[in-house]
């Protein structure tokens, strides 16, 4: 099982970025996948999932109406995309599976820096 | 959603047993055996050591244990080891079918 995710980087505050998490060794059309973030020096937050065809999402308060979640299952890569991009946004965001069958996170990615900051 | 409330750091000497303890509320930890604990050494992303509650994935050393009563869940990691220095956090799924994670506890190995 591998997760790479990609598309981090400095943005405005106000501005958009879409992160991507390309994903391998596993049927990725058959799990739930989820966002979980790390601001530098703080603890984990989880941000956002998506179930295994797409058809149902939850997000955290704190990114209802600002980031959405999606995924390509033909090419096995989940998305965040995230716009109105706040200072407090600034994160290490990893992707994460999901347990299957149960609760909880088995397998992350190395995670992306995002940096809303002018 | 308000962060899981976890002891900010634990102490032990190799050998002895530490407890971490995660306190939610009825609308999550104490609605649902959906608590899960993670391990993240310094720089590293977090790695899953406890599932639903009690459950091991394949490859944790069972030195590694969890439970729950009530709204508090706890992980025990018993003949504590140099390598289990890190930061350990809970999580769990809630009735918004949101998940939340705790504040994060750092153990240290004397």
């Known amino acids: 099982v591998q997760l790479v995710e990609s598309g981090g980087g400095l943005v405005q505050p106000g501005g958009s970025l879409r992160l991507s998490c390309a994903a391998s060794?596993?049927?990725?059309?058959?799990?739930?996948m989820h966002w979980v973030r790390q601001a530098p020096g703080k603890g984990l937050v989880w941000v956002s999932r998506i179930n295994s065809d797409g058809g149902r999402t939850n997000y955290a308060d704190s990114v209802k109406g600002r980031f959405t979640i999606s995924r390509d299952n033909a090419k096995n890569t989940l998305y965040l995309q995230m716009s109105s991009l706040r200072a407090e946004d600034t994160a290490v965001y990893y992707c994460?599976?999901?347990?299957?069958?149960?609760?909880?996170?088995?397998?992350w990615g190395q995670g992306t820096l995002v940096t809303a900051s002018s | 959603q308000s962060a899981l409330t976890q002891p900010p750091s634990v102490s032990g000497s190799p050998g002895q047993s530490v407890t971490i303890s995660c306190t939610g509320t009825s609308s999550d930890v104490g609605s649902y055996n959906g608590v899960s604990w993670y391990q993240q050494p310094p720089g590293t992303a977090p790695k899953l050591m406890i599932y639903d509650v009690s459950n091991r994935p394949s490859g944790v050393p069972d030195r590694f244990s969890g439970s729950k009563s009530g709204n508090t869940a706890s992980l025990t990691i018993s003949g504590l080891q140099a390598e289990d220095e890190a930061d350990y956090y809970c999580?769990?799924?809630?009735?918004?079918?949101?998940?939340?994670f705790g504040t994060g506890t750092k153990v240290t190995v004397l």
């Open positions: 999580s769990s799924y809630t009735s918004s079918s949101t998940y939340v």
């Open positions: 994460a599976r999901g347990v299957s069958g149960s609760y909880g996170f088995d397998y």
């Open positions: 060794g596993f049927t990725f059309s058959n799990y739930w």
